[in-house]
């Protein structure tokens, strides 16, 4: 199995910035990227920004010039920092993984439980 754990959600202030985690760990042989979803009420799950171990990037369009991923791949772990945080950004954060475990041959997606980030004065 392949375990994710995500930290550093909370409340901030329009206009802030927080800084999420998430460490990936288990039974893991291989990671082929690791990324950050997020799910505002009443909305479907979405994109928010991917990361492969090799450093390529994808975000999402609303995010761009705000949110910068990044990884760490000798502790299987990626980051999300979030610059000028809006209003819309309010969302439960997760954290995404396509992993390969150790015996196995093919990926999968593992999943976090999910980070609440809430951006109001």
């Known amino acids: 199995q392949v375990q994710l754990v995500e930290s550093g959600g909370g409340l901030v202030q329009p206009g802030g910035s927080l800084r999420l985690s998430c460490a990936a760990s288990g039974s893991i042989f291989d990671i082929n990227y690791m990324g950050w979803y997020r799910q505002a009420p009443g909305k479907q799950r979405e994109l928010v920004a991917i990361i492969t171990r090799g450093g390529s990037i994808n975000y999402a369009d609303s995010v761009k010039g705000r949110f910068t991923i990044s990884i760490d791949n000798a502790k299987n772990t990626v980051y999300l920092q979030m610059n000028s945080l809006k209003a819309e950004d309010t969302a439960v954060y997760y954290c995404?993984?396509?992993?390969?475990?150790?015996?196995?041959?093919?990926?999968?997606?593992?999943w976090g439980q999910g980070t609440q980030v809430t951006v109001s004065s």
């Open positions: 995404n993984t396509y992993a390969r475990e150790r015996g196995i041959t093919w990926y999968s997606d593992y």
